[in-house]
């Protein structure tokens, strides 16, 4: 079922968090019995620490093995905010102000007092499954880049006892919200072809570009978040991690993630490589194409599990029309929908070898995102 010799040559994770412990394989660097306080508290009188504060964390996380030890990192672009300011911007934190919970804790939308930006803050629950790791790898991540399908993380709170992240405001929300909420106008397959080639290129960045590259770990349509004209942005990076670099073949780590979204490969046996994401991803692709949930434990059996429910019908090119979205009401190209679920199906392969490098991909769904598909000109599907 191959797919992406049509385009040419190529330049080259239900939202249950998976936490298993594999003794074998256990390092350093995931073990949050060691959470001690990372960034240095820094009393709100203390101007001068207060200045200092982004050089702290660059500080601590160079040397900290959790996010690979790597020294040679560049001073971090996020700003660093009072606690008093980040209580000004949610108007204390109003309930008016929540926009959603995720495992690092509550995001408030707020409004920067300085310069009036509208902001998403995210306040972390010291008894959430996320913690100071989490807080310091998102900082050193996002706080390093810039690229336009990466979430930009403009500041952080790090004051006491208090951990917020402050990030760019996204209007449209997840995709997530977009797939699965009733209540949302369903996306069309143009706009779905668009999210998922961004969204791709995102990945692309973390894997090929950053150096050290970086292992994303918990790729889901929840962490996917949409921008003025449907523009994806990758986003929470608290589980990311270091990926392996010369003859390594990958990073021997506790097991993360999201149930659904997981490689089988890593469930099973901790070592968590650059193909682990690109699992995670094809089941991204499967669920805008098919507006299903990774897990759905509302349908039989058989169903529950995207993947599992998928794979039988990759055989049969008769039955793809069985797996597009209701929703899209025939508004398709055929040619479009064999080609996305040939390079879902390729992503998702149980053995990593077979599963493509992240440049693939990003070839093939610019390509796919490139064919604009016309209801008024093309046919509708009777499905």
């Given at each position: 079922?191959?797919c992406f010799?049509?385009?040419?040559?190529?330049?080259?994770?239900?939202?249950?968090?998976?936490n298993?412990?594999?003794?074998?394989?256990?390092?350093?660097?995931?073990?949050?019995?060691?959470?001690?306080?990372?960034?240095k508290?820094?009393?709100?009188?203390?101007?001068?620490?207060?200045?200092?504060?982004n050089?702290?964390?660059?500080?601590?996380?160079?040397?900290?093995?959790?996010?690979?030890?790597?020294?040679?990192?560049?001073?971090?672009?996020?700003?660093?905010?009072?606690?008093?300011e980040?209580?000004?911007?949610?108007?204390?934190?109003?309930?008016?102000?929540?926009?959603?919970?995720?495992?690092?804790?509550?995001?408030?939308k707020?409004?920067?007092?300085?310069?009036?930006?509208?902001?998403?803050?995210?306040?972390?629950?010291?008894?959430?499954?996320?913690?100071?790791?989490?807080?310091?790898?998102?900082?050193?991540?996002l706080?390093?880049?810039?690229?336009?399908?990466?979430?930009?993380?403009?500041?952080?709170?790090?004051?006491?006892?208090?951990?917020l992240?402050v990030?760019?405001?996204?209007?449209?929300?997840?995709?997530?919200?977009?797939?699965?909420?009733?209540?949302?106008?369903s996306l069309?397959?143009?706009?779905?072809?668009?999210?998922?080639?961004g969204?791709?290129?995102?990945?692309e960045?973390?894997?090929?570009?950053?150096?050290p590259?970086?292992?994303?770990?918990?790729?889901k349509?929840?962490?996917?978040?949409?921008?003025?004209?449907?523009?994806?942005?990758?986003?929470?990076?608290?589980?990311?991690?270091?990926?392996?670099?010369?003859?390594?073949?990958?990073?021997?780590?506790?097991?993360m993630?999201?149930?659904?979204?997981?490689?089988?490969d890593?469930?099973?046996?901790?070592?968590?490589?650059?193909?682990?994401?690109?699992?995670?991803?094809?089941?991204?692709?499967?669920?805008?194409?098919?507006?299903?949930?990774?897990?759905?434990?509302?349908?039989?059996?058989?169903?529950?599990?995207?993947?599992a429910?998928?794979?039988?019908?990759?055989?049969?090119?008769?039955k793809?029309?069985?797996?597009?979205?209701?929703?899209?009401?025939?508004?398709?190209?055929?040619?479009?929908?064999?080609?996305?679920?040939?390079?879902?199906?390729?992503?998702v392969?149980?053995?990593?070898?077979?599963?493509?490098?992240?440049?693939?991909?990003?070839?093939?769904?610019t390509?796919?995102?490139?064919?604009?598909?016309?209801?008024?000109?093309?046919p509708?599907?009777?499905?």
């Amino acid at each position: 079922m191959g797919c992406f010799p049509c385009f040419g040559d190529s330049n080259k994770r239900s939202n249950k968090k998976i936490n298993t412990t594999h003794n074998q394989h256990n390092d350093q660097a995931d073990d949050d019995a060691r959470h001690s306080e990372i960034v240095k508290t820094t009393p709100k009188e203390t101007q001068k620490k207060e200045e200092s504060k982004n050089a702290v964390v660059v500080q601590q996380l160079e040397t900290d093995q959790s996010f690979g030890g790597h020294g040679e990192m560049e001073e971090i672009k996020a700003k660093p905010f009072t606690f008093d300011e980040m209580e000004y911007a949610t108007e204390n934190f109003k309930p008016d102000h929540f926009l959603g919970e995720g495992g690092f804790g509550k995001v408030f939308k707020g409004k920067l007092r300085d310069t009036s930006q509208v902001v998403a803050i995210k306040r972390l629950d010291r008894n959430g499954t996320q913690g100071i790791r989490e807080f310091v790898v998102e900082v050193m991540t996002l706080g390093l880049v810039d690229h336009p399908n990466l979430v930009k993380l403009i500041g952080f709170c790090a004051e006491g006892d208090q951990r917020l992240l402050v990030y760019e405001f996204m209007p449209l929300g997840s995709l997530e919200d977009h797939l699965h909420d009733p209540s949302r106008k369903s996306l069309d397959w143009n706009t779905r072809m668009k999210i998922a080639a961004g969204a791709a290129r995102g990945l692309e960045y973390l894997h090929d570009k950053m150096n050290p590259p970086v292992i994303y770990r918990d790729l889901k349509c929840s962490n996917i978040l949409l921008g003025e004209d449907y523009h994806p942005k990758l986003s929470d990076f608290g589980l990311a991690k270091v990926g392996p670099t010369g003859d390594n073949t990958h990073v021997s780590t506790r097991v993360m993630g999201t149930y659904g979204y997981c490689a089988p490969d890593y469930a099973m046996t901790g070592q968590l490589t650059f193909k682990s994401d690109i699992y995670s991803f094809g089941v991204v692709l499967l669920e805008i194409i098919t507006g299903r949930k990774a897990i759905d434990n509302t349908k039989s059996a058989k169903e529950q599990n995207l993947v599992a429910w998928a794979r039988p019908l990759f055989k049969d090119r008769k039955k793809f029309h069985q797996m597009v979205d209701p929703l899209l009401q025939g508004h398709y190209p055929v040619r479009g929908l064999y080609q996305a679920l040939a390079i879902s199906a390729m992503c998702v392969q149980e053995e990593p070898s077979m599963r493509p490098l992240v440049a693939d991909v990003v070839t093939a769904l610019t390509y796919l995102a490139s064919q604009i598909y016309d209801p008024q000109i093309h046919p509708v599907q009777n499905c």
